[in-house]
């Protein structure tokens, strides 16, 4: 996945909305452990983390994302 722009609203959102979002809209439970990674491949600064997520849980993730309006 290629970084799409960040905007000023990468703080925004916390990892707690973002866990809420993902499990409303998809269903799935995410961890912080899998929002980081995807939040890093798309730009937006983050804590170091070295367990990558589920690929299903990374779409819903980058979903929420946008929803937030974090990313593009």
Do not use: H, Q, W
């Not at 970084?3 to 912080?32: F, H, P, Q, R």
């Amino acid at each position: 996945m290629d970084k799409l722009d960040a905007t000023s609203a990468e703080t925004k959102s916390t990892y707690a909305e973002i866990k809420e979002y993902v499990l409303k809209e998809n269903g799935l439970k995410v961890s912080n452990l899998d929002i980081s990674p995807i939040k890093r491949k798309c730009g937006l600064e983050v804590g170091e983390n070295y367990n990558p997520a589920k690929s299903e849980d990374e779409k819903a993730i980058v979903d929420a994302l946008k929803y937030f309006g974090m990313i593009g």
